[in-house]
């Protein structure tokens, strides 16, 4: 697989490291709102950012051990080859630990807030912890090569892998909404008269 597609992996990985660095800035637009929810320490937003850091060291992994996979499979042994493959595997769903922490400080935060006007809907929390709970099969997978439970099966891959998406596109919108929510009205000009003589 990896001699037939060297140019396009190699391309995908490195298109991968550039996008997935911005989960970053993404992440952090999540935490500045769970600090806004938070009274007294900020812990929750405390252990959003550290998850958002393993997060990254992670998502940047998944195509660091691809594009080493990619490098030289004509000069190793294939067993190496597939040893990375599954690494990166490994990387890509075996995480899951630290995005289901994330997601279920986001939805203690939401739980708690208690000003007048809500940062987030409370629907978000309960959709954040149903989002850490369905991340939880990509576990599975150290316990099956095949079948829905294997990483490339329907319970270990698509299921994790849906939610994740699904859940970027619900944060995305819930900062977007709170952030047009929070705009400052504008102000009315001020006018400016002379009077001559």
Known sequence: MYLDNLTGIRIGCLVMMISLAFIATWGVSIAAWTRRMERGLPI???GSIACIGAAIVIVEL????WAAAAFRPDDVAPDI???FN?????LFLF????????CALIAAAVFTDRSDVPVFPRWIGYFNFWAALLFVPGGLMA???SGPFAFNGAVTFYIPLSVFLIWMIVMTWAVLHAGKRDE???QP??????HVG
């Open 44 to 46: 929750l937003t405390y």
């Open 62 to 65: 998944i195509p660091m051990t």
């Open 81 to 83: 080859t597939r040893a």
């Open 86 to 90: 599954d690494f990166a595997w490994f």
């Open 95 to 102: 995480t899951w630990p630290p995005f289901s922490i994330w």
């Open 143 to 145: 316990f099956f090569k």
């Open 184 to 186: 400052p009205a504008p």
């Open 189 to 194: 000009t001020a006018v400016v008269t002379a």
